[in-house]
């Protein structure tokens, strides 16, 4: 199956390795993965506030260089989803927008017409690839691993845009994911709030605060690990995790996952092989539980 590839600027940037692992359970998958290598940022929902025309541009070209190719967009961030997802519903209804949209990126040769569809791999993986495929493709059942879903914001939020309405077991698909790849999932509230990442820069505190709580909610409930279909809150969960210890005056210690890097695990493939020795808090912890080391 040919997606039009948006792996966001995270996995390209400050995590690399969940663009590897991105790539690495492709295959498996029966994914072939044609890379937006051009493609702009989708503004994070920043610049939506800020200069929707702009926002509309770069979202619009980014769908259309997807139209291009004659594939949907596949995107492994929440955040992007639904950055992406917002400007792609109003497009689509809206011919003025689309118009000044057209006016903007003709002259870099594109044309947005809202054929294409938006779609997070977690999606993909229930509505296109099918649990079939995904249990031929599991060598190693995570057993006795407790796992915490934390979706982030922008994949459930607001449902209109994302067609939760439409599909309200999208609500779910982490938790049926972590059942399906044989693991144990911890059902805690904060698994559908936000990870503080868009306060950081400006209120670091309360940032620090609203991610700590949230692991350590998980933890009591006997969480392993988070594992997060958004490379923003894989960020801010697992980057700022020793500083959010430190502010809370608690100790934390729980490994973030990106999706990708459990479904690779359950596939077969190495820590290694995964990047799971390239994040701030370890992981070995987490891995212990499925017999593995880094």
């Keep these: 199956m040919k997606v039009a590839f948006y792996p966001g600027c995270v996995s390209k940037g400050a995590c690399p390795e969940l663009y590897v692992a991105a790539h690495a359970i492709a295959e498996p998958l029966g994914l072939e993965l044609d890379e937006l290598t051009e493609a702009p940022c989708t503004g994070a929902g920043v610049l939506t506030e800020q200069n929707p025309d702009l926002a509309d541009s770069l979202n619009g070209l980014t769908i259309a260089m997807a139209e ?24 689509q209804r809206d011919e003025k927008r689309r118009e000044r949209v057209n006016a903007t990126i003709g002259d870099q040769g594109f044309r947005y017409s809202g054929t294409a569809k938006v779609k997070h791999l977690l999606w993909m993986l229930f509505e296109d690839i099918g649990i079939d495929r995904i ?6 059942k995570l057993t ?18 994302l ?35 868009p306060m950081l820069t400006f209120n670091r505190e309360k940032s620090l605060a609203m991610g700590g709580s949230h692991i350590l909610e998980a933890k009591s409930k006997g969480a392993d690990v988070l594992v ?7 960020l801010n969960l697992d980057g700022q995790q020793p500083d959010a210890a430190r502010s809370m005056r608690q100790e934390i210690g729980v490994p973030i996952f990106h999706l990708p890097q459990l479904l690779g695990l359950a596939f077969g ?13 370890p992981t070995a912890s987490a891995l212990e539980k499925v017999e593995l080391k880094v």
């Design 68 to 91: 291009s190719k004659g594939a949907d967009v596949m995107t492994i961030c929440s955040t992007c989803q639904g950055v992406l997802s917002d400007h792609n519903y109003h497009l």
């Design 228 to 234: 997060t279909p958004c490379p923003l809150c894989h």
């Design 135 to 140: 249990r031929a493709a599991i060598k190693r």
């Design 163 to 197: 067609g939760l309405r439409e599909r309200p077991e999208r609500k779910t698909y982490l938790q049926q994911l972590i059942a399906l790849l044989g693991a144990e999932p911890v059902e805690y509230r904060g698994s559908t709030k936000c990870c503080g990442f």
């Design 269 to 281: 493939f190495s820590p290694k092989e995964l990047r799971l020795d390239h994040h701030v808090v």
């Design 144 to 161: 006795g691993l407790k796992v915490a879903p934390f979706y982030g914001c922008y994949i459930l939020r607001p449902e209109e845009y």
